[in-house]
């Protein structure tokens, strides 16, 4: 007997999802079952290729109640530029929840990690920046940094943003990029303290194995994601700022330990132990408050979860239903 399994690539899943607020709902949403201790995460199947300057992650979860489970590989290949290719890939597939059935393959070159990547910065800025953001800066200048700060713009829809980079070119062409999708005015700045001091939100997307953002300019009313750090040896925070904030969120607090910012802060002896530290899902789901006032210091740790790519591919399988995009073969 055979099936039926869709098939498409990058240009036609851009067709099929952006980066809007269905698509931070759906991710949201994944962090709020997450909370419950139903869904089935294993650990992240992370390889180090040293000798080609190259990562590759293997990511997937169950979620009881959906119809499907993806297995995400995402290769990152950081030489790649230096011949004209991107430095990140990857595909994810869709099974069938109740078979095992291959049901969608999506050749997205890393577009949808892209995506949910984005909206869970959104998220985090949702739920734990402060009501008010006038200023929200970033610190990097790649694909992420600007898919970062027009995510927090649909939750947080700041009247200016920063961009800093140690590539001042890139942060300028990056200010000038979103200063053109925003809508709002995007200054490049050569100071990162300053970008710090200004912002009431503060998203970090580098590959940083050294802290680009010291604890001494923390400042009361200001919310940090730190997205880059997501493999270990990677580090974007100076430790002490977890240290010295009210409140440290994780995406998932037993990934974050062995792969984020908190493995740094713990292995620092910043952070003591784990007990301190509140998961975002418990934050989205309402076991835990999170911000308690204008005035919190605020930091959370994504490092990308597996519920992301499952929620983002069964979203994706939805927005196809009784459309004829994509490749369908019998199988």
């Known amino acids: 007997m055979t099936h039926d399994m869709k098939i498409l690539t990058e240009t036609e899943l851009r067709q099929v999802v952006h980066l809007d607020l269905a698509a931070v709902d759906c991710i949201e949403k994944a962090f709020g079952l997450l909370s419950t201790g139903k869904v089935v995460m294993p650990p992240v199947l992370s390889m180090a290729l040293k000798d080609a300057n190259a990562e590759v992650d293997v990511k997937t979860a169950y979620v009881p109640g959906f ?43 890393g577009y949808l990690t892209d995506v949910r990547t984005a909206a869970a910065g959104a998220v985090a800025a949702r739920q734990l920046a402060p009501k008010v953001v006038k200023t929200a800066g970033v610190m990097g200048t790649g694909v992420q940094a600007r898919l970062q700060l027009q995510a927090a713009h649909l939750v947080r829809p700041f009247d200016k943003a920063l961009v800093w980079g140690r590539d001042p070119d890139k942060a300028k062409a990056a200010a000038t990029d979103l200063t053109k999708s925003l809508g709002v005015p995007v200054e490049a700045v050569e100071d990162p303290e300053r970008l710090v001091s200004l912002s009431q939100l503060v998203v970090t997307t580098t590959p940083a194995t050294e802290p680009i953002l010291s604890a001494d300019w923390l400042h009361p009313g200001l919310h940090i994601t730190a997205m880059g750090s997501d493999q270990e040896g990677k580090n974007e925070i100076d430790p002490n700022a977890l240290r010295r904030s009210d409140l440290v969120v994780c995406d998932r607090i037993a990934q974050c330990e062995l792969l984020g910012e908190l493995r740094s802060a713990l292995a620092a002896g910043a952070v003591q132990d784990q007990s301190s530290v509140v998961e975002l899902g418990d934050v989205v789901s309402g076991k835990h408050p999170g911000r308690r006032g204008d005035d919190d210091i605020t930091v959370c740790d994504l490092t990308g979860t597996g519920v992301q790519d499952t929620a983002i591919a069964t979203y994706v399988r939805r927005r196809l239903a009784g459309t004829d995009t994509g490749t369908t073969l019998s199988v």
């Open 67 to 109: 119809d499907g489970f993806a297995i995400k590989v995402s290769p990152g290949f950081f030489d790649n530029p230096s011949i004209g290719l991107p430095s990140l890939n990857g595909l994810m597939i869709l099974f069938s929840a109740k078979t095992g059935l291959v049901e969608a393959m999506f050749l997205d070159n």
